[in-house]
């Protein structure tokens, strides 16, 4: 046998043995170690701004650094005091509004109760006093077995579900420590970005620096263009919802507009968990002419967040539409609606290390020098 095809074979089975002991050591060292993770993280997004601080107005890393964290922490804090501040406002309006409509519930319940289930109710039992001893056995039987079938389901549901409320309520104190931990990763990283970024690069072979510096320009260009589509479609969404909701005349309409929006960010169900239970009870209160408006109104949000999603990805991110279409269903097959976020952004890793050489550094390395040249 050609003894290069015998070095080949090698390289080959070293670099796919390199990749999945990569990809293991990121898994376990990301499960102690996420605190930090999200600290580079962040310390990524926020570089620019920082930069530009640190260059343009002169202040030092560390204090925009700082400024650069108040900032974000204000935003938050702010869009949290908005919600509660609305939840709050809505509340009241339904503490006004829900008994008229509960009374209304109510009388349908009865109606149909007295004018469907009640006289089904006769039938099935005239039936069932017509049929044999057996056949009556038999039915009783298996009605019996529903019932304690149902009846485990449910005992099992609630135990599991007290059950988690340690576990729940252990949560807090933890995301308070990640969150003091990310936040202080963030900064520490940040303000010493360059002195590690220039440790990296030294520690770094030549050729490795120079696609690193390219898949780190390229990832960073992605994320934001990732950040603006999103941020391009719940603005789309808002507006559209908003519209609708004003020629249906609904009051605090700007206000389920902006909670509709925001809820649009959650992959796959997004404006559905609004619309679906709102339909279902004004088509239940007797308001069919607004239910249908507001089905209406669902569905043209559906159709223009699954035609603009992939245009407005592939433009802000610089992928094509059919591949970035490909992503998006592919990757929710694979790990559900974490995957509608997983998939471009595995798309944008594969392309960035595309351009940048890497896979052709690696196929030159497994077919060795004397191909390389």
């Known amino acids: 046998m050609n003894p290069a095809y015998i070095y080949r074979t090698v390289r080959f089975f070293f670099v796919i043995g390199v990749v999945i002991l990569s990809l293991y050591a990121f898994l376990y060292l990301s499960k102690v170690t996420y605190p930090f993770i999200i600290g580079l993280a962040i310390a990524f997004l926020i570089n620019p701004f920082v930069n530009m601080m640190e260059v343009k107005w002169k202040i030092p890393r ?14 938050f804090a702010g869009l949290i005091t908005l919600l509660v501040a609305e939840i709050v406002s809505g509340a009241d309006y339904l503490a006004k509004v ?50 304690k079938q149902f009846g485990s389901t449910l005992g099992d549901f609630i135990q599991a579900f007290f059950e988690k409320i340690p576990n729940i309520l252990s949560w807090f104190p933890n995301a308070a420590t990640v969150l003091i931990f990310s936040l202080l990763a963030t900064f520490f990283i940040s303000k010493d970005w360059h002195r590690l970024s220039g440790l990296f690069s030294r520690i770094l072979p030549s050729r490795a620096k120079k696609s690193g510096r390219t898949v780190f320009a390229d990832l960073q ?18 507006v ?10 609904v009051d605090y309409a700007i206000t389920i507009a902006l909670v509709t929006g925001l809820v649009d960010i959650i992959p796959y169900l997004g404006t559905g968990l609004v619309f ?8 239940i209160g ?13 569905i043209i949000v559906l159709v223009q967040r699954q035609i603009m999603e992939p245009k407005i990805l592939s433009s802000s991110i610089g992928l094509d539409p059919l591949a970035t279409l490909i992503a998006l269903f592919v ?9 509608l976020i997983a998939g471009p952004v595995t798309l944008v ?7 940048a050489g890497v896979f052709r550094d690696i196929w030159l390395f497994i077919k060795g020098n004397e191909e390389a040249d």
């Open 276 to 283: 679906v239970p709102w339909i279902i009870y004004e088509a």
């Open 286 to 298: 007797g308001e069919m002419s607004r239910a249908i408006g507001l089905g209406i109104l669902y």
């Open 62 to 75: 560390a204090l925009a650094v700082l400024i650069a964290l108040i900032l974000i922490f204000a935003i």
């Open 221 to 238: 260009k992605a994320l934001f263009g990732f950040v603006k589509a999103q941020a391009t479609l719940v603005s789309i969404t808002t």
């Open 240 to 249: 559209i919802i908003l519209a609708g909701l004003l020629i249906l005349r």
């Open 349 to 355: 890793l594969i392309t960035t290390l595309h351009k």
């Open 331 to 339: 990757g929710f097959k694979l790990i559900g609606f974490l995957g």
């Open 98 to 147: 829900v008994p008229q409509h509960l009374d209304t519930l109510i009388d349908f319940i009865e109606q149909f109760f007295a004018g469907q289930i009640i006289p089904l109710y006769n039938q099935l039992a005239s039936l069932f006093n017509n049929l044999g001893t057996g056949q009556q056995d038999t039915i009783m039987t298996n009605i019996e077995n529903v019932g």
